[in-house]
């Protein structure tokens, strides 16, 4: 029985290793749930690249229409060899994010215990940060075209797009976030204000505006390519940073290998509005070298479970899953590399739930 207390989870396997991690994810999202005794339901949702080779279809209509009574996706990866890059990405994983309105992008940086950065002599005490990326606009808005295609003078434009609305909004949720957070209560910008001096002024304009409402949180600034500096250089500076999508696209990657590579970096794309359908993702592709043989790392997608349920009201939920994680990374991981582990994928997610 369904109500609206009752966790609804939609779960997208993917391609390659995606459905080998979504069944770990959706394994200590069951075992937390019967725990802490939240109704919850999984359905799985069979899209990716063997569909569209099989039938041609990415995501047809009907199937955006069931996806969207969910509270939430689970996302296992999108990309298949056989398939021209850019037509699932395109196709299922921005436009799920675009049509689910999932303003936000919440991309957590934090090293879990006996994990390895390669950033000399940083602790898990020094890299604990979240970058919150605006997740519908920018360069992702897709808005461009060509001009005299496949001759001398061809022009191509690929224009980034603004809104008041749409830096209000995420702004607007990275202060509450920092807030809510209680840390350093540091909430850093990142844009290029010097060069953009249209678009990243509408957005730093916003900031200061929306920062006014906040006067607990500090407000702070950091171009794009300083910020890539410091956090290799002083991690522990910040707190919670808030950008732009292209931007948060590149800052994250770098994020995600400060904190151990993509067997620990986990994303949420938030949609906080009553009634939104969010989807939760390892940040890691669908390595389809790996496919079938149990050596792929779930903990980032079992992460992406745990911001899922810290998402939807569940905070001690949430937290005893993080909590897990680190136990099964501080104690019984040989490494968070694909093959390297010390233990199967299905290993990995069995240490988790006898963790909780
Ligand atoms: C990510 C990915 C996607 C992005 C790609 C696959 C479209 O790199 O989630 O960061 O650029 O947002
Ligand atoms: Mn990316």
């Not at 990415?58 to 939430?72: C, D, K, Q, R, T």
């Not at 937290?319 to 994680?325: D, E, P, T």
Request: glycine share 12%; net charge negative; proline share 5%.
């Amino acid at each position: 029985m369904s109500d609206n207390h009752t966790l609804k989870v939609a779960v997208i396997g993917g391609d390659g290793t995606g459905p080998e991690v979504a069944a770990e994810g959706v394994k200590v999202l069951r075992a937390i749930a019967q725990s802490e005794g939240i109704a919850c339901e999984t359905q799985d949702f069979d899209l990716g690249g063997e569909r569209y080779l099989r039938t041609g279809e990415i995501l047809p209509e009907s199937v955006f229409e069931e996806l969207a009574g969910f509270s939430n996706i689970l996302l296992g990866a999108v990309g298949h060899p056989d398939v021209a890059p850019g037509i699932l990405e395109k196709g299922l994983l921005l436009d799920l994010r675009f049509r689910l309105d999932q303003y936000i992008n919440l991309r957590p940086v934090q090293l879990y215990p006996g994990v390895e950065t390669p950033l000399a002599g940083k602790t898990p005490d020094d890299i604990d940060f979240v970058v919150v990326r605006e997740n519908t606009e920018d360069l992702y808005a897709g808005m461009g075209g060509f001009l005299k295609k496949h001759t001398p003078d061809e022009v191509a434009m690929q224009t980034a797009i603004y809104t008041r609305k749409g830096c209000e909004r995420c702004i607007r949720w990275a202060f509450e976030y920092t807030r809510k957070r209680n840390m350093r209560k540091r909430l850093t910008l990142v844009a290029k204000t010097n060069v953009l001096t249209y678009g990243h002024d509408l957005v730093w304009r916003t900031f200061q505006d929306v920062a006014k409402e906040y006067p607990d949180v500090e407000p702070d600034y950091n171009h794009v390519d300083a910020c890539c500096m410091w956090m290799v250089k002083n991690p522990e500076y910040y707190d919670v940073i808030v950008t732009t999508n292209m931007f948060g696209d590149i800052i994250t990657d770098l994020g995600g290998i400060i904190q151990g590579g993509m067997g620990v970096a986990a994303g949420g794309n938030i949609n906080p509005e009553p009634g939104g359908t969010s989807m939760f993702e390892p940040m890691g592709g669908s390595a389809p070298k790996y496919t079938g043989k149990a050596v792929i790392n779930p903990i980032a997608t079992i992460a992406a479970v745990a911001m899922m349920l810290e998402q939807s009201g569940h905070e001690k939920a949430g937290q005893r899953v993080s909590q897990a994680i680190r136990t099964v990374t501080g104690t019984k991981m040989k490494s968070q590399a694909a093959g390297k582990m010390g233990y199967s994928t299905n290993e990995v997610g069995d240490l988790v739930c006898d963790a909780l």
